[in-house]
């Protein structure tokens, strides 16, 4: 397990929270990224495998971990829509998700997105955050899908490919070049985030937190310089392309996991707090500490 030192402000906000969530009202939900299957939508009350023991640290009174095809559906297909609606505002034609504390990763974002635009209401008791937006697509999921060429099985990623040339409808949704939503394109997405959302956290850098992931996202960072571009990344996105989902003028920090607007210095699996928080350093290095803060 990650050692997380003698902190003192972490502990003594742990206490805070726990206490609220004794008679915590709010209800947190979260929303994953793209590359998970599922027959039908589902509600957990934690999520180990995409969120780590993020359940443990929000005060929110519950918990509701959303569950939905990323593989088969594109992020606006009006199941996930609906899905999310549910979850948050009980119905989704047209009802309102009062006192919720919203957390959204990548495609989650997209689904969350769209849904207030097509089938509920966020109204101002609630708050959305937002985890890595993919402002102009994910050239990650474009990687994946160039692979789909590939005559190798094996050398085909699953999630993106349903067989040799065939790309599943979630990874085709993800890419840069999408552009088939009647909803709203690449560009309207970022200008729903910066209408709509209350923070933004994005990682800067493959490496992250020196957990399982980091030799992983390292490695894949420099695949998708061949392809893309170099630039700082959390070894999935770019850092400028999450950092466009807030309003201009935004003041970013990088220090302090209490901010609206947080860059971590970790990767694409640590934002989710899979990883858990670093071994040393302050909130830089402690991207669970984003949900600490906002999750009550």
């Known amino acids: 397990d990650n050692w997380e030192g003698e902190a003192t402000r972490e502990e003594r906000a742990a206490v805070v929270h726990r206490g609220r969530a004794l008679g915590g009202t709010k209800t947190c939900i979260f929303v994953t990224g793209w590359g998970l299957e599922g027959s039908s939508p589902t509600v957990t009350t934690s999520d180990t495998d995409n969120w780590g023991d993020v359940h443990t640290r929000v005060g929110c009174g519950n918990k509701k971990f959303l569950h939905l095809d990323t593989q088969a559906l594109r992020w606006d297909d009006p199941v996930n829509l609906n899905a999310f609606c549910d979850a948050a505002a009980g119905g989704h034609n047209g009802d309102h998700a009062e006192n919720k504390r919203i957390f959204s990763y990548g495609f989650g974002s997209l689904v969350v997105a769209a849904a207030f635009e097509n089938a509920c209401v966020l109204r101002s008791t609630s708050r959305w955050y937002v985890i890595a937006p993919p402002t102009a697509g ?77 030799a ?53 699996i640590d934002l989710k707090c899979v990883g858990s928080n670093g071994w040393t350093g302050g909130d830089e290095k402690r991207p669970c500490n984003f949900y600490a803060e906002h999750g009550a």
């Open 138 to 214: 994910n050239v990650g999921v474009q990687y994946l899908v160039n692979g789909c060429s590939n005559s190798f099985g094996w050398m085909r990623d699953g999630r993106a490919c349903a067989a040799q040339n065939s790309v599943r409808d979630g990874a085709a949704s993800m890419t840069p070049a999408f552009s088939d939503s009647v909803l709203f394109g690449w560009a309207g997405f970022a200008s729903r985030v910066r209408s709509k959302a209350n923070g933004v956290m994005c990682g800067n850098t493959p490496f992250g937190v020196n957990s399982g992931s980091s």
């Open 216 to 268: 992983v996202m390292t490695i894949f960072d420099g695949l998708v310089d061949s392809l893309w571009r170099s630039g700082t990344r959390d070894g999935w996105m770019e850092l400028d392309l999450c950092q466009a989902g807030a309003p201009s003028g935004t003041a970013w920090s990088t220090t302090d996991a209490s901010s609206n607007y947080f860059v971590a210095g970790v990767n694409a």
